[in-house]
């Protein structure tokens, strides 16, 4: 057992932190570090397009599809420095999730027309599976895709629809057929968000935040050339999809930013004649925190390269997701409280002495109480646990 | 980065396994826990056969040259079992110490006896008003002539009453809170003077304690130099925790595994307990505080084999590392204390009535569990000492 990288990916490590210093514009690295998950598009694009003209785009990808080629250790080291550099997450739905599946269950043809935009940054997509009334029950979804011809007619809605707003193409699920099982009559397809009949209506966040949006179809033709795999068998897409993630779910490096962020908080907010450091009930709180993600970071690291490699991890997953929420909202409720009264203005009221800013982590965190709700809410990883790993 | 063990380790850890299920099934545990010690005199040859007694000693004493990893597979299969044992008192705490401070001829003296099974030690530190600080120490031993005076007395001895060496922490110089001054004193238990109570522990166990009234012992007792006990009593206890640790996980692993077993069989209101989602989230947990608290074994005991590669190595000032070696220490013994007492209380929980019953292992996974907690540190004990150090590198980072 040796939990230490070789010289080799610690040569990898440095040159991946080297390129995030030189390479990441700072206004960039700022929003990051205000624990800002949703960018503007030309930010997601900017930073996509450095990382790309260095080959690191798409990194997991296969290699032919211009992925980089790496082994286990320099993926994670990779999702590691960008986070604790404070660089954007790889952008999700196109390049984490569709793409995969277009390189499964697409065409020659849909690969060929759809990669390259993702492999750029230059086409954004975002993710059309929840409605109204199909969140955890994902299969029970609604929205109809009607047969005519050589294509599918689109009606109904999808919901809380992350990015709908400054995407250009959505995947998403519809319903074909609804004389089965729910999960039979699903079919997996690819809508261009300029089609006629397709209204986005921008939802807020109780903090405000604009990030989900309610997307209508209104008569939305759409080509059965957009179709991934076969019609009714959009699920098993679907399945295939949501197992992708291994690497980066717990968040770990993205935590270990924040969690550092928090204890420069303390060391700078003033209480009486001294600092939250003094502050001997409010460090604990900080040393409760940094254990758990330890252990989580140690955990991550163990489903990553124990025995069988990232390959051979399953359902256990699902416990990366669920704490790593848990431990997200667990710093930022602390940095929340090391703020006391400053945490209260909606704009940052300018302080000389301190230079952090109350109002973006005020306000990030009522935001991620969003974390532990979306990408299977942890209530439903925990079912998934149950069965899946120990056989409830 | 490798999560692997060896060839050799799963060897390992397949025999300690037979051996243990096979001759220490629950069923019998009872039956065992009656002889005066809590296990039978064969126990101890069996283990030293078993290569366990030799296990973390250098080759030139006979030892095996066994790493920290090879010490917490041992512990965490004692966890799995509840084994009673002076095997953490004898080899990890009292041997480590001679291996640490003794000196050379000493050291050559006892581990290979130790190793082979022919010795047995318990190691006196507690006192009635140390809390868990190792440097609180009141029991004093002054010169006099060509040897030393004890007064005082030490609490919590685990083992006392079978062991053949006890070995005493003792202040000879300084106030009663300073690391500096405390020396180590070999004595045998059966010497005059020597106030013992024994008792038995709530795991199974025994404990005594020990009271010197004007205690004379020869300078022969000494063990290593005078004065100068602490920093290694400090890293003996540092591993022992870590090796606490390691059963307190085997012991919840066990607890997960037998309260699946028995959501799967134990029906209510037509159907497997398993079945509802309540119980399931619940068993999900402990399930997520196994598998972190094992990571944070890992950690500690990865920790404390660099630490060995690295001061075998250094020359320079190794301060620094030591310190973060023991906050690693502290964040295991924390979080593992924290998660076993909760796996241990709703292990009892999902057992219903069952759970009370001393013929179930669950209330005895739960007494272990508790007494490792109560012993080198509680959790907020170490939660303290890990935010101290946390502390100190926020000072200093710029
Ligand atoms: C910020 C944000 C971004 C999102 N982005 C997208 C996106 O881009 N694309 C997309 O398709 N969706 C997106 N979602 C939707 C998200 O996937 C759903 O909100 C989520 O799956 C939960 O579904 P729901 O909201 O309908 O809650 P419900 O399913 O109604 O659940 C309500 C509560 O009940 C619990 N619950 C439900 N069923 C069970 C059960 N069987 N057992 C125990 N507890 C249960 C849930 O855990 C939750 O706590 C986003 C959501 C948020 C908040």
């Not at chain 1, 086409?123 to 009607?146: I, M, T, V």
């Not at chain 1, 997200?328 to 800013?357: C, F, K, R, T």
């Not at chain 2, 080899?91 to 003296?109: F, H, M, N, P, T």
């Amino acid at each position: 057992m040796d939990m230490k990288f070789d010289a080799q990916a610690e040569g990898f490590r440095a040159e991946v932190r080297s390129f995030v210093e030189s390479n990441l514009p700072d206004d960039i690295r700022a929003k990051v570090s205000e624990e800002e998950m949703i960018l503007p598009r030309d930010m997601m694009q900017r930073w996509h397009h450095e990382l790309f003209k260095q080959g690191w785009g798409c990194p997991s990808w296969p290699v032919e599809h211009g992925g980089a080629g790496w082994s286990d250790e320099e993926h994670y080291l990779f999702e590691r420095e960008i986070a604790l550099a404070d660089a954007p997450r790889p952008i999700p739905y196109g390049v984490v999730m569709l793409a995969p599946c277009l390189m499964e269950y697409g065409s020659k043809a849909q690969q060929e027309k759809f990669l390259p935009g993702i492999l750029t940054g230059d086409q954004l997509w975002c993710q059309g599976f929840s409605e109204p009334n199909a969140g955890s029950d994902l299969a029970s979804l609604k929205c109809r895709a009607e047969r005519d011809g050589d294509h599918y007619v689109i009606n109904g809605s999808k919901t809380w629809t992350s990015d709908a707003h400054v995407a250009d193409w959505m995947f998403g699920l519809f319903r074909t057929d609804s004389s089965g099982r729910k999960q039979q009559g699903i079919t997996f397809l690819m809508i261009d968000m300029k089609s006629e009949g397709v209204t986005i209506s921008p939802l807020e966040n109780f903090e405000g935040t604009h990030e989900v949006n309610q997307v209508f179809f209104d008569n939305v033709r759409v080509s059965v050339d957009n179709r991934v795999g076969a019609e009714n068998e959009g699920w098993g897409v679907a399945k295939y999809l949501l197992g992708l993630e291994r690497f980066g779910t717990a968040e770990v490096g993205r935590s270990l930013a924040s969690l550092g962020r928090l204890k420069t908080l303390a060391k700078t907010v003033k209480v009486g004649s001294g600092t939250l450091l003094n502050d001997s009930d409010f460090m604990n709180e900080v040393a409760r925190a940094e254990i758990a993600l330890r252990a989580l970071e140690v955990t991550e690291q163990r489903f990553l390269f124990g025995p069988g490699g990232s390959e051979s991890m399953g359902a256990e997953a699902s416990m990366l997701k669920v704490r790593g929420t848990e431990i997200q909202q667990d710093i930022l409720e602390l940095a929340h409280q090391a703020l006391g009264y400053h945490a209260h203005a909606m704009i940052d009221v300018a302080s000389p002495e301190n230079d952090h800013n109350p109002a973006a982590i005020a306000k990030a965190h009522y935001n991620f109480r969003k974390t532990s709700i979306y990408a299977g809410s942890n209530e439903i990883q925990k079912t998934i646990i149950a069965k899946a790993v120990l056989g409830l | 980065m490798n999560f692997t063990f060896s060839e050799e380790q799963n060897l390992f850890r397949d025999s300690i396994r037979r051996y243990l299920e096979e001759t220490y099934p629950f069923e019998n545990r009872a039956k065992t826990l009656e002889h005066p010690n809590g296990y039978p005199e064969e126990l101890w040859q069996s283990l030293a056969e078993l290569g366990w007694l030799a296990l973390p000693f250098a080759e030139e004493y006979d030892g095996l040259g066994g790493s920290a990893v090879d010490s917490m597979i041992v512990m965490e299969e004692i966890g799995r079992v509840l084994l009673v044992s002076p095997f953490l008192s004898t080899v990890l705490l009292s041997g480590q110490l001679i291996a640490a401070a003794g000196s050379e001829s000493q050291k050559r003296d006892l581990i290979p006896q130790i190793g082979a099974g022919q010795l047995k030690l318990a190691l006196a530190f507690a006192e009635a008003n140390s809390g868990y600080d190792l440097a609180h120490v009141s029991t004093s031993a002054v010169k006099e002539g060509n040897g030393y005076r004890l007064n005082g007395a030490k609490c919590a001895v685990f083992n006392a009453q079978s062991a053949d060496i006890i070995i005493v922490v003792a202040r000879t110089s300084g106030a009663v809170d300073d690391q500096e001054g405390l020396s180590l004193f070999r004595l045998d238990p059966t010497m005059d003077g020597l106030e013992i109570k024994n008792y038995r522990t709530h795991d199974g166990g025994t404990a005594s304690d020990i009271v010197f009234e004007d205690l004379f012992i020869p300078d022969k007792a000494l063990l290593g130099d005078v004065g100068t006990a602490y920093p290694h009593l400090q890293k003996v206890i540092d591993q022992a925790s870590v090796a606490l640790c390691a059963e307190a996980s085997g012991a919840m692993w066990a607890i997960s595994e037998q309260s699946g077993v028995y959501f799967k069989t134990r029906e209510q209101f037509g159907q497997n307990l398993g079945s509802f989602q309540a119980l399931q989230h619940r068993l999900v947990e402990v399930y997520m505080k196994c598998q972190l608290s094992q990571s944070l074994v890992y950690d500690a005991v990865c920790a404390l084999d660099d630490f060995d590669v690295l001061e075998q190595s250094a020359d320079g000032d190794t301060t620094n590392i030591a310190q973060k070696v023991s906050q690693k220490v502290s964040a295991a013994k924390y979080q593992v204390g924290l998660d076993a007492r909760s796996v241990g209380q709703e292990g009892i929980q999902f057992h219903g009535g069952m759970g009370m019953m001393t013929e179930l292992p669950i209330g005895h996974y739960y007494k272990r569990i508790t007494m490792i907690n109560a012993t080198f540190g509680d959790p907020r004990y170490h939660l303290k000492r890990y935010r101290d150090t946390m502390c100190q590198s926020i000072i200093s980072a710029t």
